[in-house]
């Protein structure tokens, strides 16, 4: 297999150019092609001479993912794609556009469509996968039934926000958002995740703005520690999904590893150090963990602390017995936290004709 040219970043490919007798100006030329222009491999290259374009197509891969599945939601808001890697090994990606309402200030030049037309906004966010399979074993969770294959690297990390931002260039339209929270534990994988974000952001790239990623772990504390020390502007997401660790240790495995009180210590240092605001994730599993008293206590536990907390009905999974909250327990729920003054939303349920929840594809293609 050929090492994956989205593995390098700006120095080690100039590092590589300049090596070969090329000037560092090259690279930058690459560099920018790949990532401002959208090239897709070496041919699309036409600054370069002909001889560094074959060299680079012989010493690289350009296309690390195959399209092996492209499903469009009914609603055609959400598109999941299931992708194959160079080692057959099989991830998921999924591309989420919200329309949101403005409220437009109408003048009176404004012809009805166009004051309409200002009323949406397209929001672009793609959900990205760092690992195949998942060593977390969450019990509710798709990829964590598939159990756990290998990690991603950088370059296969940064090749799906490139894929999905290449085609929603092509529609003139931008990515807005990346999320961090498909297939895998991010910071099971950190050191290729932290890599791939600062290839995305770089400012002589694609230039992505680390506020608008969001990394989601289900709660490695040292890896916390660790994001926290580094101060990274990247959004932290907490798989939270009980406030008692009686709970928690049904449904997440590695709390027995990072129990709730040692984690909600990393958390509450995580926004004193940092000054940010964490979002707490919050699957409601019918007769579980959505009655009044993990809703009391969570406000207890998440008491003083910036946060959000997202409350998501559990998608259904073929492993998991349990099932999602029904609207009534999930709004009582929802209320307990708003009396408490616990910021909180509910999320959408998307994309669930095409397998959207999380390793919900790429288990079924495995099993
Ligand atoms: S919920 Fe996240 S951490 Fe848990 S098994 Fe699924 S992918 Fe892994």
């Known amino acids: 297999m050929k090492p994956i040219i989205y593995d390098l970043n700006l120095k080690e490919l100039t590092d590589l150019i300049t090596e ?67 080692d057959d090994r099989k991830i998921e ?42 060593p977390m074993n969450c019990a509710f969770c798709a990829t964590g039934q598939m159990g756990f294959i290998r990690s991603l690297s950088a370059g296969e990390i940064v090749a799906q926000v490139v894929f999905v931002s290449r085609l929603l260039k092509s529609k003139g339209l931008k990515l ?13 994988n950190y050191d290729a995740v932290m890599k791939a974000v600062d290839i995305l952001c770089d400012p002589k790239g694609m230039g992505f703005s680390e506020r608008k990623i969001t990394i989601s772990t289900v709660g490695i504390v040292p890896r916390i520690e660790q994001f926290t020390a580094e101060k ?35 958390c509450r240092n995580y926004t004193e150090k940092t000054e940010r605001r964490i979002l707490f994730e919050y699957t409601l599993i019918h007769g579980l963990n959505d009655d009044y008293e993990n809703a009391d206590l969570l406000c207890r536990r ?5 946060c959000q907390v997202n409350l998501i009905p559990l998608n259904d999974t073929k492993k ?48």
């Open 232 to 266: 990274h502007q990247v959004n932290l997401a907490v798989s939270l999904h009980a406030p008692s660790n009686a709970v928690r240790d049904q449904i997440i495995p590695a709390n027995k590893k990072y129990p709730l009180e040692s984690l909600l210590e990393a």
């Open 302 to 306: 998440l008491k003083g602390m910036p």
């Open 20 to 86: 070969s007798g090329k000037s560092a100006y090259h690279a930058k030329q690459i560099w920018q092609m790949i990532y401002r222009q959208s090239a897709e491999d070496p041919s699309e290259f036409s600054n370069l001479s002909e001889d560094l374009r074959q060299k680079l197509s012989d010493r690289f891969c350009f296309k690390p993912l195959s399209v092996e599945k492209d499903l469009k939601s009914a609603d055609g808001q959400t598109n999941k794609f299931l992708f194959r890697l160079q």
């Open 320 to 367: 998991y017995e349990g099932s999602g909250a029904d609207q009534d327990r999930l709004q009582s729920f929802k209320s307990v936290l708003d009396k408490n003054g616990i910021p909180c939303t509910v999320r959408l349920k998307r994309g669930i004709d095409i397998d959207a929840g999380c390793g919900q594809l790429a288990a079924e293609q495995s099993s």
């Open 176 to 188: 807005g958002n990346i999320v961090v929270m498909g297939m895998g534990e991010p910071f099971y």
């Open 93 to 134: 990606t999924v591309l989420i556009r919200y329309t949101s309402l403005r409220f437009p200030t109408i003048n009176s030049n404004d012809t009805m469509t166009e004051s309409v037309l200002k009323l949406e906004r397209e929001r672009n966010t793609v959900c990205i996968s760092t690992q195949v399979g998942c």
